[in-house]
Structures are given as C-alpha cells and as structure tokens.
C-alpha cells in the first residue's frame, strides 16, 4: 500500500498563500481532499501521474495542483484563501476510478489543518 506523508498548512489571514506537500511511496495518481467541522469531506483537486489536473468549481482559479514526478511527491498551491477553505486537508492516492470520489482512494495521508482567518 502506498504510504504517504503530508507537510505545510497552518493559519493565516483570508487573502494570503499556503503551500502544502505531499510525498507518496511510490507512484499514482493523488488528490487533495478537505473537511471542515460539522461538513462532509469534499474533492478539492486531482492530479494524474502525466500532470492532468482537475479542480472543484470551488477552488478553481485559486488552488493549483502540480506534481514532482521524480520525487513522488503532489504539492497544492493555495492562492487567495478564504475563511471558508478552513478545513483539514486531507492528501489521498491509488485511487480507481473517479479521481472525485473520496471512496475511490486507497490510501490516506494523517491530514493538516488549513486555518484561514477574516
């Protein structure tokens, strides 16, 4: 099973950037998903092994997902956060079938606490 280690997340203003990372054990395609108090988790983004990125309407424009194929690892660039991209953000991989369900994941990072303040 592909193990994987997240890193970044933290508090900030609305308005400001965060960079989290996420390094797998071996090769697959990963995805961000996130979950705030009291929410179901929900799909932030998507990257395949190739590079093909995929985004919540929510986050589109503002998030960017990229991957460092030669380190295994999927970085999720936030751009202009908001108080309600607060959440745990969760990295997930080897998933099979759609890149948007949380089910279709077989392996989960520990999570990090995105916090964003008004």
């Known amino acids: 099973q592909v193990q994987l280690v997240e890193s970044g997340g933290g508090l900030v203003q609305a308005g400001d950037s965060l960079r989290l990372s996420c390094a797998a054990s071996?090769?697959?395609?990963m995805g961000w998903f996130r979950q705030a108090p009291g929410k179901e988790r929900e799909f932030v983004a998507a990257?395949?092994?190739?590079?093909?990125?995929y985004y919540a309407d929510s986050v589109k424009g503002r998030f960017t997902i990229s991957n460092d194929d030669a380190k295994n690892t999927v970085y999720l660039q936030m751009n202009s956060l908001k108080p309600e991209d607060t959440a745990v953000y969760y990295c997930?991989?080897?998933?099979?079938?759609?890149?948007?369900?949380?089910?279709?994941?077989?392996?989960w990072g520990q999570g990090t606490q995105v916090t964003v303040s008004s």
């Open positions: 990257i395949r092994w190739s590079g093909v990125p």
């Open positions: 071996g090769r697959t395609d």
């Open positions: 997930a991989a080897d998933p099979i079938g759609s890149l948007y369900a949380s089910y279709a994941y077989h392996a």
